[in-house]
């Protein structure tokens, strides 16, 4: 398997160029595609259920998504998410918000909805995301 690198500005630039066109739309999309890169992890670490959450913490600071990571029960907190953009605006991690509901629905097997309530692109300390189990 081949492996890119793309900077955080190239992705920045990416992220203007859909929402651009498809103006939020695109955030959809990113989703999405933060749930296909969860796909990696969640395979990952489901290998050792036990330490599930460390295993997903560290492949995503390995992989550049974040400096740090933590996973509450409702609750996950970022220290330098890959996708912020100063000043956006508007939260701007809509892949790591999909990475972080595929790990979630994997852990517990269950439907998550996930929500980034905090962003650094909008002035936040961190990026805190709000996981909420569906009934």
């Given amino acids: 398997m081949r492996y890119i690198k793309i900077s955080q500005d190239e992705l920045k630039s990416i992220t203007q160029l859909y929402e651009s066109v498809m ?37 995503l ?23 912020i953009i100063p000043n956006a605006g508007n939260p701007t991690c809509h892949r790591l918000r999909g990475i972080i509901r595929e790990i979630y629905e994997t852990k517990n097997n269950k439907k998550v909805h996930c929500v980034e309530n905090e962003c650094v692109s909008i002035g936040n300390e961190k990026c805190v995301f709000a996981v909420e189990y569906s009934f």
Avoid: P, Q
Avoid at 61 to 83: L, N, Q
């Fill in 23 to 59: 103006s939020h739309a695109c955030h959809g999309l990113f989703f999405r595609e933060g749930r296909v890169y969860g796909e990696k992890i969640v395979n990952d670490a489901k290998k050792d259920i036990e330490h599930f959450f460390d295993i997903s913490k560290k492949m």
């Fill in 61 to 83: 600071i390995e992989d550049g998504w974040v400096t740090d990571v933590h996973f509450g029960e409702d609750k996950v907190y970022v220290s330098g998410s890959f996708e």
